[in-house]
Nanobody
Framework: QVQLVESGGGLVQAGGSLRLSCAAP????????MGWFRQAPGEEREFVAA????????YYADSAKGRFTISRDNAKNTVYLQMNSLKPEDTAVYYC????????????????WGQGTQVTVSS
């Protein structure tokens, strides 16, 4: 079992930045692909970004490309999501997740999930 704990959410004005963190305290997660997903009220959970276990490959949803950057520090058991140029439509609960393998963009392939952190972007 891998416990994931997100932090870094909050309220920010459009155009601002936030950095989300996801930690796996006490459990090495270097063998997992890590993903960030988000879910707005009334919407399905959607893929945002993913990074493979060694950090050599990153993947982004079209909505995140050019604005968001995913990274990981396996020594700290932490994955990050740097979000710049935020827009009101980025408002959602953001979740990090871990998988062994499978389609990085699909929620069904992720085995472990954090509790989520709220990001609210005001216009």
């Amino acid at each position: 079992q891998v416990q994931l704990v997100e932090s870094g959410g909050g309220l920010v004005q459009a155009g601002g930045s936030l950095r989300l963190s996801c930690a796996a305290p006490g459990r090495p997660f270097s063998c997992y692909t890590m993903g960030w997903f988000r879910q707005a009220p009334g919407e399905e959970r959607e893929f945002v970004a993913a990074i493979n276990w060694i950090g050599g490959s990153t993947y982004y949803a079209d909505s995140a490309k050019g604005r968001f950057t995913i990274s990981r520090d396996n020594a700290k058991n932490t994955v990050y999501l740097q979000m710049n140029s935020l827009k009101p439509e980025d408002t959602a609960v953001y979740y990090c997740a871990a998988q062994y393998k499978g389609a990085y963009y699909s929620t069904s392939t992720y085995h472990y999930w954090g509790q989520g952190t709220q990001v609210t972007v005001s216009s």
